[in-house]
């Protein structure tokens, strides 16, 4: 069974410009949690999508924005970026009988310059 | 909104030495626990988790404590090797919606010495 994937795996953008990432779920799974990761920081929790819903939104400003298509792959848009957006991102999926478990992909890492 | 305090931020141990991780929450409709290791460079992955209407869990050399009553819960690693060097990450969630979002504590950089 193929894992959550994630591309690209490093994204270098310049503040102000737009930054796309992309998430694949694993088979079955229906819901895609987004998050940013930077140093010392933890998780921190950006987006869940369900059904092609955004159902919920963490505290980030609405330039963090997404999609979820309806093969259950996800986009995560950030505009005007700023360099403390740097950080990896992570997407993560769940569904099925557990889901309460969350499985993680590799994460985009995102530097702007 | 749920808060989770995790301590310490960072743990040397030496190879064969036991490990604590330590965890606080607010909300006391949290009622799933998680503990996730990420190695360098890797993905967090799901190691133990634990319900609330469950006191403690084992699995070979991992266990996790709850104590609802002092919204607190405890990862514990015997027999501590190498190769569980990473970062762990406690979580504390409660059903919204149909999932789980967790709120996750910042981290413990575990570097086990041989």
């Known amino acids: 069974e193929a894992g959550v994937t994630q591309s690209p795996t490093h994204l270098i953008k310049t503040r102000g410009q737009q930054a796309t990432l992309r998430c694949s779920p694993i088979?079955?799974?229906?819901?895609v949690y987004w998050y940013q990761q930077a140093l010392g920081l933890g998780l921190q929790f950006l987006l869940w999508y369900d059904e092609g819903e955004e159902r919920n939104r963490g505290n980030f400003p609405p330039r963090f924005s997404g999609r979820q298509f309806p093969n259950y792959s996800s986009e995560l848009n950030v505009n005007a970026l700023e360099l403390e957006d740097s950080a990896l991102y992570l997407c993560?999926?769940?569904?099925?009988?557990?889901?309460?478990?969350?499985?993680f992909g590799p994460g985009t890492r995102l530097t702007v310059l | 909104g749920e808060n989770v305090e995790q301590h310490p931020s960072t743990l040397s141990v030496q190879e064969g030495d036991s490990a604590v991780i330590k965890c606080t929450y607010s909300?006391?409709?949290?009622?799933?626990f998680p503990w996730y290791k990420q190695e360098l460079g890797k993905r967090p992955q799901l190691i133990i988790d634990?319900?609330?209407?469950?006191g403690e869990k084992k699995d070979q050399r991992i266990a996790v404590t709850l104590n609802k009553t002092a919204k607190h819960f405890s990862l514990h690693i015997t027999e501590t090797q190498p190769e569980d060097s990473a970062v762990y990450f406690c979580?504390?969630?409660?059903?919204?919606?149909?999932?789980?979002?967790?709120?996750f504590g910042r981290g413990t950089s575990l570097i086990v010495h041989p």
């Open positions: 088979s079955g799974h229906t819901s």
């Open positions: 909300d006391s409709a949290s009622n799933y």
């Open positions: 993560a999926s769940s569904g099925g009988n557990k889901v309460h478990e969350q499985f």
């Open positions: 634990i319900r609330s209407n469950v």
């Open positions: 979580a504390a969630s409660s059903a919204s919606g149909g999932s789980y979002i967790p709120t």
